[in-house]
């Protein structure tokens, strides 16, 4: 199970931290995406984290502004969002992936098989 939370509304400019807290499985053998779902639109990559938290990658938008975590002690991972713009109003999701983090697969939402519930981040202009 992945449970994501820690989204809000917030100014443009502005920064929030969402958490996935992680449970039923061996968290430290995944790697692990956030994606986000905008009104009208597909599921998007935001970016991913290899299962050692040794490799990050995100989408070109995101590059420089969020920044993904893990602690696989507490089982959780992050997504750090700062300088946050009016285009990143999504719900975001975490999900789960046996795919490396940096490939094109860990790209493609149909690569994860668990994700959580989504936290809804609104960001006002």
């Known amino acids: 199970q992945l449970q994501a939370y820690g989204g809000g509304l917030v100014q443009a400019g502005g920064s929030l931290r969402l958490s996935c807290a992680a449970s039923?499985?061996?968290?430290?053998?995944?790697?692990m995406g956030w994606f986000r779902q905008g009104p009208g639109k597909e599921r998007e990559f935001v970016g991913a984290?290899?299962?050692?938290?040794?490799?990050?990658f995100y989408r070109d938008s995101v590059k420089g502004r969020f920044t993904i975590s893990r602690d696989n002690a507490n089982k959780k991972v992050y997504l750090q969002m700062n300088s946050l713009k009016p285009e990143d109003t999504a719900v975001y999701y975490c999900?789960?992936?046996?795919?490396?983090?940096?490939?094109?697969?860990?790209?493609?939402?149909?690569?994860?098989?668990?994700w959580g519930q989504g936290t809804l981040v609104t960001v006002s202009s």
């Open positions: 984290i290899s299962w050692s938290a040794s490799n990050a």
């Open positions: 039923g499985f061996t968290f430290s053998s995944y790697n």
């Open positions: 999900g789960r992936t046996t795919y490396y983090s940096g490939s094109d697969y860990a790209r493609d939402p149909r690569r994860y098989d668990y």
